[in-house]
């Protein structure tokens, strides 16, 4: 059965930069899929050519089995979208950001003025319907832009960085609304740069890096094909080198850490706090986290 999103060999080049170097990759009806990479992965670009407003230079894309350069209107009728910068209209309250959008859509005014009550009580935003955009803390932005990107009863949401630069409280409280708003049926597209996010979100995702996919699973599957382990962390000193080494432990050096991915963690953090003195130990599970760190590289990118 194919997807609701289908897309192969998909290509995007500006001049001589290729940001979309030849991906495929597809969406099922009702899941969540996730976008990882570093800056300049290609990851918002792949939005933006299945949000249909920027076109690929090559492949093919279908999105509710037709073709964006054919039916571009169409397919974003039935689309809810999330940028990752906040665009709200600072001079309108909150409710009013609703219903004026709403009408971008041919919803009658008295529809759009139940949807907005609807959509202000499930993202919490009812007692700030009255409110200037600028009154409103960054949190409920980005409540306020999801709401805005479901009163048109999209069949697929794109949102293109949800949580970024929220505090826990704001990001957990956002994750519970796309998993009740997962369990209605919607589909659900995300990018993010949270890894703990889309291994607690996604149903599968996939890495970028470079304008390519690198991998694509479940992030249960990728954490258990590509680290597939328990990690213990010592911390990184000459002692400690020559301890482990002496102790026959296979390591790998990780900035100021020390990482020994091991099946039986208790006994390896006993045997190290057991021979090499005074050392500080860290067991836990393998996370999303070490497989992106492993396929793209620790170096900082601007």
Not at 179 to 188: A, D, E, H, L, V
Request: charged share 25%.
């Amino acid at each position: 059965m194919p997807g609701i999103i289908e897309a192969v060999d998909l290509r995007k080049e500006y001049g001589s930069l290729t940001a979309v170097d030849g991906i495929s990759f597809s969406v099922k009806k009702g899941e969540l899929f996730g976008f990882l990479g570093p800056n300049g992965a290609g990851k918002t670009t792949t939005m933006k050519i299945c949000e249909c407003v920027s076109p690929r230079t090559a492949g093919s894309l279908h999105i509710f089995s037709m073709d964006p350069d054919l039916a571009g209107r169409e397919i974003r009728s039935r689309l809810g979208v999330v940028p990752q910068e906040t665009n709200l209209d600072n001079e309108l309250t909150v409710a009013e950001n609703l219903q004026i959008y709403a009408s971008f859509f041919n919803i009658s005014p008295v529809e759009a003025r139940i949807r907005t009550e609807d959509l202000l009580d499930f993202f919490e935003l009812t007692a700030k319907r009255d409110t200037l955009i600028e009154q409103l803390s960054g949190g409920m932005k980005r409540r306020l832009l999801l709401a805005r990107a479901m009163i048109n009863h999209p069949e697929i949401l794109i949102l293109d960085e949800p949580t970024i630069g929220l505090d826990p409280q704001a990001r957990h409280h956002i994750w519970e609304r796309l998993q009740q708003i997962r369990s209605q049926g919607n589909t659900i597209v995300i990018t993010t740069h949270y890894l703990d996010e889309a291994e607690r979100l996604c149903d599968r995702l996939v890495i970028m890096d470079h304008g390519k996919i690198l991998v694509e699973g479940s992030p249960r599957d990728l954490i258990d094909t590509h680290i597939g382990m328990d990690i213990v962390e010592v911390e990184h000193t000459p002692e400690v080198v020559n301890c482990l080494n002496s102790l026959g432990i296979i390591f790998e050096s990780v900035s100021e850490t020390i990482q020994i991915r091991t099946k039986t963690p208790r006994q390896v953090a006993d045997q190290i706090l057991s021979e090499c003195q005074g050392v500080r130990v860290v067991t836990r599970p393998a996370s999303l986290e070490d497989v992106f760190l492993m396929l793209t590289g620790r170096r900082l990118r601007e």
